[in-house]
């Protein structure tokens, strides 16, 4: 996405990890910003997380002013999230004015204004010295004003006082029915509208957020998926990134000798993407796991994604053909995460899975198996959700392993997360599990691998307690009886 110079407009960074990316930059520098949104949607700790990063990764400090809660509920509702207020106000770096309005006490006049609220707002902003400031929210401060000229007046006064104290500041508000604030006025005089929604679909809840204008600036018009963790408030700018990603020519190991052979470059390259499909039971996981086990012997820190078994079972279960993954998991080289596809929608996993890998900086990431997530989405959800996995992968140079489980019969229209996924796969290595006198055989084929040449003929392949072995043209099913 490309961002606007702040020498030509200048911007302040939000605070939110993510966001300063949609908005090409951040906030309009010395500008309000509104915030809007439904009861629950996240608007106060935004406001105070744009408070709280600015003045631990800028040192700028900042005024929060509450027309709802007092500094004590504020203060108590943030901590869980790792932000202290009362340092932050001991330090002299935060200012929390609890300002409330009693409708009793606005008369009807017509000569209502703010005169007594910019008074007690400077003197904050001056004690301290502030560059940004928060109001939240603004309903309570317009709430007793009925008459249509003075409240558009009064708001237009407000934002203009604002700008001319020369503070960037994010004023949040409620949604109106048909409107995006209650008022439907604070948006249009105001320079950046941010619409946060909070939406429940077949009982999974999901947070998003939309830029519905910003003046002056390119950014992102999507509806892109926010989290709220421990962490606070974190958004998803991932959506369609342009194919100018780095390409790599050095060649890595599959983990075993026998599959790179099949390769005419000997493995595969570094930064691509491999999708294994196959039947239950064909070896899927077993690939996976040898593929994680070859990135840790490299010293590559390495993601496992499972969305069907625990951590402790995994390493378990391919102990059993000699894959050991344990020193790698207590060196904590190994990260695996495991998680039911039903915990959440699918924005939300791909948001954790983002999260996940800006923390650890893997080289390697595995997902087993992407096809889990068709449950809790259609076809086009799952492509698009992994479009803009398989997209942050690349740019990031990070090989990826995906699995897939796929019909006994084998591919059909009916494995739809192959159908969404195989075009997008450097390389694709097809399992099956087929019955020949009277017993189980197991193949191999690779289908397609981008910029290499690569065997085509399906090989039979047998699993003992040594691992996988591939079996020669020539070879007799009598090996098949070795197979665990």
């Known amino acids: 996405m490309k961002q606007i110079s702040?020498?030509?407009?200048?911007?302040?960074?939000?605070?939110?990890?993510?966001?300063?990316?949609?908005?090409?930059?951040?906030?309009?520098?010395?500008?309000?910003?509104?915030?809007?949104?439904?009861?629950?949607?996240?608007?106060?700790?935004?406001?105070?997380?744009?408070?709280?990063?600015?003045?631990?990764?800028?040192?700028?400090?900042?005024?929060?002013?509450?027309?709802?809660?007092?500094?004590?509920?504020?203060?108590?509702?943030?901590r869980s999230l790792g932000i202290d207020l009362e340092k932050l106000i001991a330090d002299k770096k935060l200012r929390i004015d609890h300002v409330q309005f009693e409708r009793s006490e606005i008369e009807e006049t017509?000569?209502?204004?703010?005169?007594?609220?910019?008074?007690?707002?400077?003197?904050?902003?001056?004690?301290?010295?502030?560059?940004?400031?928060?109001?939240?929210?603004?309903?309570?401060?317009?709430?007793?004003?009925?008459?249509?000229a003075v409240l558009r007046s009064e708001i237009r006064r407000l934002f203009r006082w604002l700008k001319e104290k020369g503070v960037t500041a994010v004023i949040t508000g409620e949604r109106g029915d048909k409107t995006l604030t209650r008022q439907g006025l604070e948006e249009y005089v105001s320079d950046c509208v941010i619409l946060l929604d909070f939406r429940v679909i077949d009982q999974i809840a999901t947070r998003r957020l939309r830029i519905v204008k910003y003046r002056g600036s390119t950014h992102g018009t999507n509806e892109y998926p926010f989290l709220i963790d421990e962490n606070g408030i974190s958004v998803l700018p991932i959506t369609s990134l342009k194919l100018d990603h780095k390409i790599y020519k050095q060649i890595i190991s599959t983990g075993l000798a026998e599959i790179d052979g099949l390769f005419s470059k000997a493995g595969v390259y570094k930064g691509s993407s491999i999708l294994v499909t196959g039947s239950a039971g064909t070896a899927k996981t077993i690939l996976a796991s040898y593929f994680t086990q070859e990135s840790c012997r490299r010293n590559e820190q390495t993601l496992y994604f499972a969305f069907e078994e625990s951590p402790e079972q995994l390493v378990r279960n391919v102990q059993s053909v000699g894959i050991n993954l344990n020193p790698f998991v207590r060196s904590k080289k190994l990260i695996i995460h495991s998680s039911r596809p039903s915990l959440q929608g699918l924005e939300m996993h791909?948001?954790?899975?983002?999260?996940?890998?800006?923390?650890?900086?893997?080289?390697?990431?595995?997902?087993?198996?992407?096809?889990?997530?068709?449950?809790?989405?259609?076809?086009?959800?799952?492509?698009?959700?992994?479009?803009?996995?398989?997209?942050?992968?690349?740019?990031?140079?990070?090989?990826?392993?995906?699995?897939?489980?796929?019909?006994?019969?084998g591919l059909d229209q009916k494995d739809q997360t192959v159908n969404a996924i195989s075009s997008l796969a450097d390389t694709w290595i097809d399992l099956g599990n087929i019955k020949q006198d009277n017993q189980r055989v197991r193949n191999f084929r690779v289908v397609k691998s981008r910029g290499m040449g690569h065997e085509t003929e399906t090989r039979q392949f047998i699993i003992t307690d040594k691992g996988i072995k591939l079996l020669g043209t020539k070879e007799n099913s009598e090996n098949n009886k070795k197979s665990k």
Not at 37 to 58: D, P, Y
């Open 350 to 409: 791909l948001l954790i899975l983002y999260k996940m890998i800006e923390q650890y900086k893997p080289q390697t990431v595995i997902v087993d198996p992407i096809s889990s997530l068709i449950s809790i989405g259609t076809a086009g959800e799952v492509r698009d959700m992994l479009v803009r996995l398989i997209d942050l992968l690349k740019i990031k140079g990070i090989n990826a392993f995906f699995t897939s489980l796929t019909h006994e019969e």
């Open 110 to 148: 017509g000569e209502y204004d703010l005169e007594a609220l910019f008074i007690r707002l400077n003197h904050a902003i001056e004690s301290i010295g502030a560059k940004r400031v928060v109001l939240d929210t603004i309903e309570s401060l317009f709430g007793g004003i009925d008459n249509a």
């Open 6 to 78: 702040n020498d030509v407009f200048p911007k302040i960074s939000t605070g939110i990890d993510g966001l300063d990316e949609v908005t090409g930059g951040g906030f309009p520098k010395d500008r309000p910003t509104i915030v809007c949104g439904s009861a629950g949607c996240g608007k106060t700790l935004f406001g105070i997380q744009f408070l709280a990063k600015g003045i631990s990764e800028h040192n700028e400090p900042g005024v929060f002013m509450s027309f709802e809660e007092s500094k004590t509920d504020l203060a108590q509702n943030v």
